[in-house]
């Protein structure tokens, strides 16, 4: 099983960036395709983002489509999730995941219930 430990989150004004990154370790020959995935307070946790493991192909959710930008250096084992034009409501604790099963098409990837290895998660804050 594959290991993922988050970093990179922190507090930011709006309309800043930040880049988290996804670490990963154990069975990472493989190299698994990774979502990310955000829980505001009070609120289910929503995907964000996803990134097969050749790069070849990405998915975005519509709020963050845009400003967001998912992609992976497999000789590192570390996948990024750049976040630009940042708002209050980006403001959620997020996590990245790999799936357990194989993936096709952003329905898959969206599914929460698809993925068997989770993260920590890091506190991204957006202030107004």
């Known amino acids: 099983q594959v290991q993922l430990v988050e970093s990179g989150g922190g507090l930011v004004q709006a309309g800043g960036s930040l880049r988290l990154s996804c670490a990963a370790s154990?069975?990472?020959?493989?190299?698994?395709?990774v979502g990310w995935f955000r829980q505001a307070p009070g609120k289910e946790r929503e995907f964000v983002a996803a990134?097969?493991?050749?790069?070849?192909?990405?998915y975005y959710a519509g709020a963050v489509k845009g400003r967001f930008t998912v992609s992976r250096d497999n000789a590192e084992n570390t996948v990024y999730l750049q976040m630009n034009s940042l708002k209050p409501e980006d403001t959620a604790v997020y996590y990245c995941?790999?799936?357990?099963?194989?993936?096709?098409?952003?329905?898959?990837?969206?599914?929460?219930?698809?993925?068997?290895?989770w993260g920590q998660g890091t506190q991204v804050t957006v202030s107004s």
């Open positions: 154990g069975r990472t020959v493989s190299k698994p395709d």
């Open positions: 995941a790999a799936p357990r099963t194989y993936c096709l098409d952003y329905r898959c990837y969206a599914a929460q219930a698809n993925y068997g290895s």
């Open positions: 990134v097969t493991w050749s790069s070849e192909s990405t």
